[in-house]
C-alpha cells in the first residue's frame, strides 16, 4: 500500500504531538519532518520517536514549503494550531493547493469557509474530530430535523470544562447549539457556560487530577418548564488520545477524495463515518 504523505501542523502543541506519535508507528502515513508552529515559539525543532521535526515559524513558511513541495509533490496537512491562527493557515493551505483536516477550533468560521471553497483542494474540518461524539451529534440532527420543537417551552444550561489552555469556548458544544433551537428551545451561544479554573474542575466537576490539563466535559441539561421532568445528555473526554482515530481516519477519507474532487469542497466527519 502506497503511503499517505502528511504534514502535522501545530507541534508542539499536545494534540499535534499525539497524533504525530501514533501517525509516525502507523504505516499508512509518511510523516513529513516539518510543522507549522506559533511565533512564540522559541525551539528550532522536537524529537518524537527518534524523528526531528523542524518547526516553522510563520515568517518562514511561505519559502519553506516550496523546499518541501520539492521532495513531497503531494501530501495532507493536519492542523491542530492555535485559534488565532486557524484563518491565516486556511489561506496558507489553500495559496499552495495543500489539502487539509482540521480539528482547531476557533477563528472566523464562515471566512474559513469562503477560502475553501475558492480554493482548488478539498478539506475535511469539524470542532470535533472524535468519532464517537460525531455519532452523539448526528443523532441529535436526525432528532432536530424529524421531531422539530419536540422540547419547546423547555430550559436548557449547556455547560463545558477544558484545560486552561483552551482559549475559546468548545466548538463542538457551539455545534450542538443549532439542534436544541431546532429543537424549540431559543438557546444562543454566548449562554454557554465555560469553565478553564482548574481549581473549580478540581472541586466542583471533580474532574481527575492528572486530566486537568487535557480533558474536555460536556453536560447539556434539558428542563420542563414546570420542572417535574428533567433530560441530561453528557460527554467526557479525559485525555487526548481518543482524537486520534477519526483524525487519521479523516486523512484517509480526504485522500480518497482527491481522486475525484478537483476543486474546493468541505467535507464534515459525518462524511468521514459514511465513508
Known sequence: MEKINIMINGIPGNVAVIIAKNAITDNRFQIIPFSLTGPEIKDKKISLNNIDIKLIKPDEKDNIISEIKKDFKEFIAIDYSHPTAVNLNAEFYVKHSIPFVMGTTGGDRKKLEKTVLQGSNPAVIAPN????????????EYA?????????G????????????????????KAMVKYYNELGIPFKENEIIKERN??????????????LQGHGWHTYTLTSPDKSACF???????????YVDGTLDGVVFLHKK???????????MIDVLKG
Do not use: C
Open 129 to 140: 474530530m472524535v468519532k464517537q461524539i460525531v455519532g452523539f451529534q448526528a443523532m441529535f
Open 144 to 152: 432536530a430535523k424529524t421531531f422539530p420543537d419536540l422540547f419547546k
Open 154 to 173: 423547555y430550559s436548557l444550561i449547556i455547560k463545558e470544562s477544558h484545560q486552561k489552555e483552551k482559549f475559546d469556548t468548545s466548538g463542538t458544544a
Open 198 to 211: 482548574p481549581e473549580t474542575q478540581r472541586k466542583i466537576w471533580e474532574i481527575p487530577e492528572q486530566h
Open 232 to 242: 441530561e445528555f453528557k460527554h467526557n473526554i479525559n485525555g487526548r488520545d481518543i
Open 258 to 268: 482527491l481522486k475525484t474532487e478537483k476543486k474546493g469542497k468541505i467535507f464534515t
